[in-house]
């Protein structure tokens, strides 16, 4: 796994929740070394994604539903993805934190449509007393609803997606 060039700020290091199971804490670097290791299978690895949030985080991205709120729905949310695109993965390119604010810069892989098809995208994380609370996704989902529409493949993919909201 390749990771991940960091800018971090002068700031002290804080504490993170690593694993909202069991409470572990680590320092940030560590944080974004286990969603590295996440996003490079999430399908088989979602418990481990779920478990680098708040129980009561809020996920904000330019898809649907736009907004989900809490482990449930986001886990759905998250479900719904992977119905449709199986293959769904993410590299990380870079990261910078400030205080409770961390952005991630990466770009997804997923097959659409029969094609591959690949999409930059920045996340911002805020924690809250070392915990990911909201996650908002910035990314331009012209590309990714263009390759859905391309051929009925990409269309079957997107109507199971869109199916159980």
């Known amino acids: 796994m390749t990771v991940i060039a960091a800018d971090r700020q002068a700031d002290a290091p804080r504490?993170?929740?690593?694993?909202?199971r069991t409470s572990a804490r680590r320092e940030m670097a560590q944080w974004v070394e286990a969603f590295a290791y996440v996003w490079a299978a999430p399908r088989e690895r979602l418990?481990?994604?779920?478990?680098?949030?708040?129980?009561?985080?809020?996920?904000?991205?330019?898809?649907?539903?736009?907004v989900s709120r809490?482990?449930?729905?986001?886990r759905q949310a998250f479900e719904r993805a992977f119905?449709?695109?199986?293959?769904?993965?993410?590299?990380?390119h870079?990261?910078?934190?400030?205080?409770?604010?961390?952005?991630?810069?990466?770009?997804?892989?997923?097959?659409?449509?029969?094609?591959?098809?690949t999409w930059d995208d920045v996340d911002?994380?805020?924690?809250?007393?070392?915990?990911?609370?909201?996650?908002?996704?910035?990314?331009d989902p012209a590309k990714v609803r263009k390759a859905f529409l391309r051929n009925p493949?990409?269309?079957?993919?997107?109507?199971?997606?869109?199916?159980?909201r």
């Open 15 to 20: 504490p993170i929740v690593l694993d909202t």
């Open 47 to 66: 418990d481990e994604l779920m478990a680098l949030l708040s129980p009561d985080v809020v996920l904000r991205a330019p898809t649907r539903p736009p």
């Open 70 to 74: 809490g482990h449930a729905a986001g």
């Open 83 to 92: 119905r449709a695109l199986p293959d769904l993965r993410a590299e990380i």
């Open 94 to 117: 870079r990261w910078s934190a400030s205080g409770d604010v961390l952005f991630v810069e990466l770009t997804f892989h997923a097959t659409i449509g029969g094609h591959e098809v």
């Open 124 to 139: 911002r994380f805020l924690f809250r007393d070392g915990e990911a609370i909201e996650r908002v996704a910035y990314f």
């Open 153 to 164: 493949r990409g269309m079957l993919q997107l109507f199971r997606m869109r199916r159980e």
